[in-house]
C-alpha cells in the first residue's frame, strides 16, 4: 500500500482508497427517475446484481424509496425490500453493500442482514448517527438543504461551496462524537439535492475543496438534472456528461463514483487515472 493511501473501515474488512471505486445503484423502487421500477422484482434485481458484479462495480449501492418526490415506501414495506435484497445478495457475494435510506431502522435491519454502509440522503441526522454507531456501519455523510424526499426548488446560498464544506465538517465531527469510526466516514456534497443546476456545477467545479479534507468524498452525479440542464437532454441521454463529470470527479481526488452505468463509469476512471499516473 502506498504510504498516505486512505483506508475505508467496514464492518467486517477495509477498503483500500488506492483508487478511484466504483459504486453501482440498484433501485427497488416503482418510480425512480432513471430505472422506472425495472429492478422491483427481487430476480431482476438480482441479475443486475451480477452483472453490476461482473462489469468490475466494487460497492452496490441498495435503495427501496425513491429520492426525491414521489410515493412515500412504509417502513415495513422498505425493510422487507431492503433485506431480502441484501440477504440474496449475501448468499452469492461478499460485495460491500451500501443501503439507500433515510429511515433508521430499515438501515438497522439491513446492517443486520449483512450491509456495511449506511447511504443516507438526509445527512446522518441524530437516529441515523445511533444506528451507525450501534451496529459498527461505515456512513455516508451527504449534504442537502431542506427536507429529504421534499422539492427544494428555490435553495440559496451565499456561498455554496463554503457552506456545504462548513456543514459536512461538523456533522462528520459530530459522527466521531457518537464513536463513529473516523476511518468509517464518507462525504457527499450532494449534488442535485437542495441546489440549483447553478450550485450544482459550482460543487463540482470545485471537488477539491471537499478531496482536501480527511475525508474520502463520494460524487453521486450519475445522469442528474444538472447534467440536463447543460446538455438539454433526458435522463436516457446522460451517459456521456456523467461520464466528463466521473472523470473530472477522478482528476480532483473523488475516492468513489456513484452511478447507474458501471462498466463506462469504470473505464473512465481507469482511463483517467492512466493518464494522470502516465510517467514521462
Known amino acids: 500500500m502506498m504510504e498516505g493511501t486512505r483506508v475505508l473501515r467496514l464492518p467486517s474488512r477495509s477498503l483500500v482508497l488506492d483508487r478511484c471505486l466504483v459504486m453501482g445503484i440498484l433501485n427497488r423502487t416503482t418510480d425512480s427517475f432513471y430505472d422506472q421500477g425495472a429492478y422491483r422484482r427481487l430476480d431482476a434485481a438480482m441479475d443486475r446484481v451480477r452483472r453490476m458484479i461482473a462489469d468490475g462495480a466494487d460497492i452496490v449501492d441498495i435503495g427501496a424509496e425513491r429520492a426525491g418526490p414521489g410515493r412515500a415506501v412504509p417502513e415495513q414495506e422498505e425493510i422487507a425490500l431492503v433485506v431480502e435484497t441484501v440477504e440474496r445478495i449475501r448468499s452469492e457475494s461478499d460485495v460491500p453493500l451500501s443501503v439507500d435510506t433515510i429511515k433508521p431502522e430499515v438501515a438497522r435491519a439491513a446492517m443486520t442482514a449483512g450491509a456495511d454502509i449506511i447511504n443516507s440522503i438526509g445527512g446522518m441526522e441524530a437516529g441515523m448517527r445511533k444506528v451507525a454507531a450501534q451496529t459498527g456501519a461505515a456512513v455516508v455523510v451527504m449534504h442537502i438543504q431542506g427536507t429529504p424526499r ?7 446560498y451565499r456561498d455554496v461551496v463554503g457552506e456545504v464544506r462548513s456543514f459536512l465538517e461538523r456533522r462528520a465531527r459530530e459522527c466521531i462524537a457518537e464513536s463513529i469510526a473516523p476511518d468509517g ?7 442535485g439535492f437542495g441546489k440549483t443546476a447553478e450550485h450544482d456545477r459550482a460543487i463540482i467545479r470545485h471537488l477539491a ?15 442528474k438534472g444538472f447534467i440536463g440542464d447543460v446538455l438539454g437532454n433526458s435522463p436516457s441521454d446522460r451517459l456521456p456528461g456523467s461520464l466528463a463529470v466521473a472523470a473530472w470527479g477522478v482528476m480532483q481526488g473523488v475516492r468513489i463514483i456513484r452511478t447507474h452505468d458501471v462498466t ?7 482511463m483517467t487515472e492512466a493518464v494522470m499516473n502516465a510517467q514521462p
Not at 150 to 156: F, Q, S
Not at 264 to 270: D, E, I, S, V
Open 185 to 191: 466516514i464518507i462525504i457527499d456534497p450532494g449534488p
Open 264 to 270: 463506462a463509469t469504470l473505464q473512465a476512471c481507469r
Open 150 to 156: 421534499v422539492a427544494n426548488p428555490t435553495p440559496v
Open 209 to 223: 475543496d471537499f478531496t482536501a479534507l480527511p475525508y474520502p468524498v463520494l460524487l453521486a452525479a450519475s445522469r
